[in-house]
Each structure stands twice: as C-alpha cells, then as structure tokens.
C-alpha cells in the first residue's frame, strides 16, 4: 500500500539551530515529490517539487533533497517565522494516479 | 494570497441540517480539489474535479457531494451533518494534473 509517513511529528529549535525534516514514502513509482507549508488555520502553501533522486531545490533558508526512499527538509539557521507545520505528498504511478498521499506533517517551532 | 476563493470562512450548524461550501479557483486552473482537515487526521482528500467532470474521488461520504460548474467555480455539499464533521474544509486548484496545488483559506465547519 502507497504511504508517507513524515519525522518528527514535532521539533523545537532555537533561532539559528539548523536541522532537517523527514519524508520517506512506499510507493509504486514515484510521480512527483511534493513539500508544503502550513500555517495554523491556513491552506497549505506549496514549496517545492522533486521528481528523481538526487534532485535538490533550494528556497531561502530551505532546501529539499530526495533519494529513492525518502526526501528530507533541510531548515538552515531557521528564524521564528520559520514556525509552521511541514507537509510531504507523493503522487504514485500506478492505481490512481490523480491523487495525492499526504503525511501527517511535522510541526516546527523556532524559539528566539 | 493563493488566488483561490472560499467561503463562507466559518460555519456554525447544528446536527442533521445540510451546508454548501463555495470554491474559486484561481483564474486559468481547471482542476479543482476538495481535502478535509480535522486535528487527528491531517488532510483527506474528498473529490477532484477537472474542467467540470469528475476526475478522481477519495474518502468522501456519501452524504456529501460536490460539483464543478461552467464558470469553474465549485460546491461542496454536507448533508445529514454529524458532530464528527466539524473539520477545516479546503479547496485547491491546479492547471492540471499535477501535485502543485494552490490551496484557499479554508472553511471551517462547526457542527453543534
């Protein structure tokens, strides 16, 4: 069965405190990576797609990175407004392809 | 802003009466995307429409129903309300099949 599964549910850190954020996923042939950002009691926010392993994309203090198990949020000298929850989706190949499989999310909190 | 539209923003209802959610996609998107949000379940995927058919359908009860219109504009129909259905209902939008969805503000729906 297709699944995401995203860690830690929750991480706290310190202004300036780099740290990374997991998705690993079982999938049958992956279509498409997807990170997202949630702010509390708001729609995600789309940041990044990763389609093959290797491939890495960078945005501010983020940058995403994907291998054939697994993709990983690196948060680097994280300020407080960096605070949200984290979102991971995978598009698969086979079965229905026009859905998306979320996890559950990891909630960040950056201290001043 | 993500470009889409929801309302109403909040709804207060009582058990056993029946809502309808209104969604704009952002101008030029085709696909419109239904996800329920509850705090123990992250995001569930309802319904995706694609220039007014229906594309894909996920965990979506059958006292809900939703439809995509001409003008692209779409409704999402609770019926038979439970208790258990007080949830942040989103709508996302695309161009097309892809997993970069563009996600409104949500409308968060409180069943009495």
């Known amino acids: 069965e297709d699944q995401v599964t995203q860690s830690p549910e929750a991480l706290r850190l310190q202004e300036g405190e780099s740290s990374s954020l997991n998705c690993s996923y079982t999938?049958?042939?992956?279509?498409?990576l997807f990170w997202y950002r949630q702010d509390p009691g708001k729609g995600p926010e789309f940041l990044f797609t990763?389609?093959?392993?290797?491939e890495e994309k960078e945005k501010e203090r983020l940058k995403a990175t994907l291998t054939k198990k697994e993709s990983f949020l690196h948060i680097t000298a994280p300020k407080p407004e960096d605070s949200a929850t984290y979102l991971c989706?995978?598009?698969?190949?086979?079965?229905?392809?026009?859905?998306?499989?979320w996890g559950l999310g990891t909630s960040l909190a950056v201290n001043p | 802003d993500s470009g889409v539209t929801q309302t109403p923003k909040h709804l207060i209802t009582a058990t056993g009466q029946r809502v309808t959610l209104r969604c704009s996609p952002r101008?030029?998107?085709?696909?419109v995307y239904w996800y329920q949000q509850s705090l123990d379940q992250g995001l569930q995927f309802l319904i995706q429409?694609?220039?007014?058919?229906?594309?894909a359908k996920g965990n979506i009860l059958e006292r809900f129903s939703a439809q995509q219109f001409p003008d692209l504009h779409s409704e999402l129909n609770l019926s038979s309300l439970e208790l258990g259905d007080s949830a942040l209902y989103f709508c996302?939008?695309?161009?097309?099949?892809?997993?970069?969805?563009?996600f409104g503000e949500g409308s968060r729906l409180t069943v009495l």
């Open positions: 996302a939008s695309s161009v097309g099949a892809t997993g970069e969805l563009f």
């Open positions: 101008s030029g998107d085709l696909s």
């Open positions: 429409y694609y220039n007014g058919e229906e594309r």
């Open positions: 999938v049958s042939g992956l279509r498409g």
């Open positions: 990763l389609y093959s392993a290797g």
């Open positions: 989706a995978v598009r698969a190949n086979a079965g229905n392809n026009r859905k998306l499989i």
